[in-house]
Every structure is written in structure tokens, then in C-alpha cells.
């Protein structure tokens, strides 16, 4: 088969830098950091502020709002009502802020979909947009993006990302739907007393500021049931910041979109984003994202949904069939249901239907490992593709030595449950300069998509770098041993 790799490579960088809050668990200690700041004069402020700016400014955008923001968050630590100048407000907020290298480790398991901005672009050719899994310090993974076009004979131009990151904003009072919220809560088995007079006393929709207020208010009218209660409410707290939604400014450029973790269940990172570009039945067009949430402990598979990659809902997926890893889902609806692929055990793939994208209740098997180079797993790389002979779904499978390769099955475009067609053999394998890194002898990938008569393959080399490869659609397919 004609594979043809691009040569193109997203390396990993450690100048591109995020500033983000600087947190200090003990209060005490933050108290004296303030209170030493207190202590310089006027003119000292001035000069350590002008050191701090001098060193800093040019390395990001809106520097100062962020230290002003910085200060307004540790406020409630000054030991007095005394007015506090602007600059040492912004020295204050300096010294609870710290920068850093999202993706100094690793840039990897690219995702590609479709830009929603087609214009001014030569006819056969289409804007596309790439979500990169970066690593950074402490192994915190991060959702960072790059645009590019594709012309009419696939040849690949990545736009040259600026050296600007930023995190955006989580929108303030943000609403919960209160039967949806419900519904999670039952899923998880967090019911009671606690929970009804609370989910009771919100309205049809609500904030987190709501929520919390309410829950203050319940477990104060059941004091001798305080130590019962308070785990149950902190549950519904975690829950309801698991749910949130962030916007970034427009004037920002593509690659300088960070999408931070934010929430409790996200502490140690954001993995493996699968972007899709979903068409609804009335035609609405979103892009959806399955990731995995990871906290340190516990891994949580979680949703994205923007339009414009610009303001972003972020959700939890719920249902007994949400566990594990490797959710992917279909770019449509079929046969009226979202549906959407899996791998709960580890080692196959399952095909899932919903009436609702966040809940998942049952599986039915649609592929085993069956050949050598996939014994050990076998997994999707990214939401299925439609085309006339069926929904094309890339795989990863791994053999001796863990070695992953990609392959590809398809499977019917009215009954995705049947598998008409795989791969006997390896479609991407990791090459000499492919096989070293931080996981080793490994290529993967979160989704691709197909240009004309091309199947185009981002895909990670060894979790540290990506890079781009196509094929033409129709070698794969006549590859495919039918089933």
C-alpha cells in the first residue's frame, strides 16, 4: 500500500509557555508573602514591579489583568481594609503566579477535523484544525491546537503557530439543567434526603454559586446529620465543577488556545482528545470531543462540545458503559441514535447507542483482536468516517514487544454492528526515526479524515512527537480482507 509519510513534524517545545495561578496550600504562608510585600515602601513596589514586567510582559498576553485577577483571588489574606495601591496589587498578584511549558515532554495522539472557517481558501482545498495531546511538567497533559490547509493533491501546510499561549476563561454563573444534573446524580447512586431537598429548592436551571448556596443551606438545617452529609455534598460539588464551560477571546489565534484542566477530576490532565465534526439531523453542525479526565488516581472519560473553538461546553459522559478508555463518536446520528465506539475491557471494540450523547447504558461487540500484530489490544483511533463503502474506522493494535501499529476495519453505514471489512496487515508501523521516545515503538492516533480520494493519518510518533501521512482511500479499502 501507497502510504506516504509527510515529513512533516510537531515537535515539542519548551518556549511556549501558559502563565497560570501559583497556588499555595498553606494559608499561613500566603499570609506572610503578603504581608512581607506590605512591608516595602512605594518606590520599592515600583522597582520590583518594574523587574517583574520587564522580565515577563513580552512573554504573554494581558500580563497585568492577570496579576490584577491574581490579587483579587488572595485579597481576603491582607491583614487590614487599608486601600492597596494598582502597582502593589500587581506585585501582589505576580508572586501567585507562575508560568508554564505545556508542552515542553510532548506533543502527541493528534486529532483532525475540519475547520468551521472555509473561506478564501483556492478550489480542493479545505482548512483543517488539530487538537495535540501536550505534556508538560509533572506529566500534566493539556488540549493544544494548530490550524493548516490541505490543497487539492494533499499536499499538507501547518500555519506556523505563534509563541502566545492562553488559557481561557471559565464563564462565570454558567447554568446547570437541573434534570440533567438529576440524572447524573442517579447514575452515580447519590440519592437521599441531601439530595432532594436540594435538587427541590434549585430552579429548572442554576450556578454553581446557586448550588453551593443551596447545599449550605440544607446541611445547616440538618446539623445532627452534618458528618452523613457534608462527603455527600462535596460529591455534588465535584460534579457540578466537572461540568463547566470556558470561552477563549477571538482575537486569538488558533495555537495559542490552551484548554487547561479545570475541573477537580482533571488535576493531573486532559488525555487523548477525539474532536468530530457532528452533523445533526437539522443540520446544526458542532464539533464534539471525547477525552479522558485523569485526577491522579482515577480516570474519567468527559465531553467537549464548541462551534467554533471558541467557546466550549465540557461535561461529564455517565451510564454503566462509560468506563476505560478509547470513546469515539460517529460524525451523525444513525438510524436516529447517537452512536459511538468503545473499548471497556481493555482488549476490544464495542459499538454503543444513545438517545442522549452524555448517557451510555449498553455495548455489543464489534471487533476482536484477530492478527498477530494486534494480540494483545486492540482500539479505535479516532470517530469512525463515512464513505460509500461504509463507515472506515483506523485502529490501533499491539503486538510483541508492546508495539502498536495502525490498521483499519469497516463496517456496514446502515448496521455499524456488522463488520464487513479489515485489514490483514498494518497500515502505519513506527519507522526507524518513529520508534524512539518517551513510550517507544509506537504510532497512534486520535482521528483522521478524508480529502477527496485520500485518507489523511495524523498520527503521534512514540508519544513525544506527530507528524502526517496519507493513502489513497481506495488502496485501503481493496486491502481489506472482507469479513
Not at 452512536?339 to 476482536?368: C, G, I, T
Request: include cysteine; glycine fraction near 6%.
Amino acid at each position: 500500500m501507497d502510504v506516504k509519510r509527510t515529513g512533516i513534524v510537531l515537535k515539542p517545545t519548551n518556549s511556549r509557555v501558559v502563565i497560570r495561578p501559583f497556588e499555595i496550600p498553606n494559608e499561613a504562608r500566603v499570609e506572610r508573602i503578603i504581608a512581607r510585600v506590605a512591608s516595602l515602601s512605594e518606590a520599592e513596589v515600583a522597582g520590583q514591579l518594574e523587574t517583574v514586567m520587564r522580565d515577563f510582559r513580552a512573554r504573554h498576553q494581558r500580563t497585568r489583568e492577570f496579576f490584577l485577577g491574581r490579587f483579587e483571588q488572595v485579597r481576603k489574606h491582607l491583614l487590614t481594609d487599608q486601600p492597596v495601591s494598582e502597582a502593589r496589587r500587581l506585585l501582589i498578584g505576580s508572586y501567585f503566579t507562575s508560568e508554564y511549558a505545556l508542552e515542553s515532554a510532548a506533543l502527541f495522539n493528534p486529532s483532525m477535523v475540519w475547520h468551521p472557517d472555509q473561506s478564501g481558501l483556492p478550489e480542493g482545498a479545505r482548512r483543517f484544525v488539530v487538537s495535540l495531546r501536550a505534556t508538560g511538567e509533572g506529566h500534566i497533559s493539556s488540549i493544544t491546537f494548530r490550524s493548516g490547509v490541505i490543497d487539492a493533491e494533499s499536499r499538507i501546510r501547518i500555519d506556523e503557530p505563534t509563541r502566545y499561549v492562553q488559557a481561557p476563561e471559565v464563564v462565570p454563573n454558567a447554568l446547570y439543567e437541573k434534570a440533567l444534573f438529576q440524572r447524573k446524580l442517579s447514575e452515580l447512586g447519590i440519592n437521599g434526603p441531601l439530595t432532594e431537598q436540594t435538587v427541590a429548592s434549585l430552579g429548572d436551571h442554576f450556578t454553581l454559586a446557586d448550588l453551593d448556596r443551596t447545599l449550605k443551606a440544607v446541611l445547616k438545617s440538618h446539623r445532627t446529620r452534618q458528618r452523613e452529609f457534608e462527603p455527600i455534598a462535596h460529591t455534588m460539588l465535584v460534579l457540578a465543577k466537572a461540568n463547566y464551560e470556558i470561552r477563549f477571546d477571538p482575537a486569538l489565534n488558533v495555537s495559542e488556545r490552551i484548554i487547561f484542566p479545570s475541573s477537580p477530576t482533571e488535576t493531573n490532565g486532559i488525555e487523548d482528545a477525539r474532536f468530530v465534526r457532528f452533523t445533526h439531523d437539522d443540520g446544526r453542525v458542532c464539533y464534539y470531543a471525547t477525552y479522558t479526565a485523569y485526577d491522579g488516581r482515577v480516570t474519567l472519560p468527559q465531553m467537549l462540545e464548541t462551534e467554533d473553538f471558541l467557546h466550549f461546553k465540557v461535561g461529564t459522559l455517565n451510564g454503566p458503559e462509560v468506563k476505560n478508555k478509547g470513546f469515539a463518536l460517529f460524525p451523525r446520528m444513525v438510524n436516529g441514535l447517537y452512536a459511538m465506539l468503545s473499548r471497556q475491557d481493555n482488549e476490544n471494540v464495542y459499538l454503543m447507542y444513545s438517545d442522549q450523547p452524555h448517557f451510555w447504558y449498553a455495548k455489543e461487540l464489534v471487533a476482536r483482536p484477530t492478527y498477530p500484530w494486534e494480540y494483545i489490544q486492540l482500539g479505535n483511533c479516532g470517530s469512525p468516517i463515512e464513505t460509500a463503502a461504509g463507515w472506515l474506522v483506523l485502529t490501533h493494535g499491539v503486538g510483541p514487544m508492546r508495539r502498536y501499529a495502525m490498521g483499519a476495519f469497516l463496517l456496514d453505514r446502515d448496521d455499524p454492528s456488522r463488520l464487513i471489512g479489515r485489514l490483514a496487515a498494518p497500515l502505519l508501523e513506527p519507522d526507524a526515526n518513529e520508534r524512539e521516545g518517551y513510550v517507544p515503538n509506537v504510532v497512534y492516533s486520535c482521528g483522521g479524515l478524508v480529502h477527496g480520494r485520500d485518507l489523511v493519518i495524523p498520527y503521534a510518533m512514540s508519544d513525544y512527537a506527530s507528524s502526517f501521512a496519507t493513502v489513497p482511500l481506495d488502496d485501503v479499502l481493496n486491502a481489506m480482507t472482507r469479513v
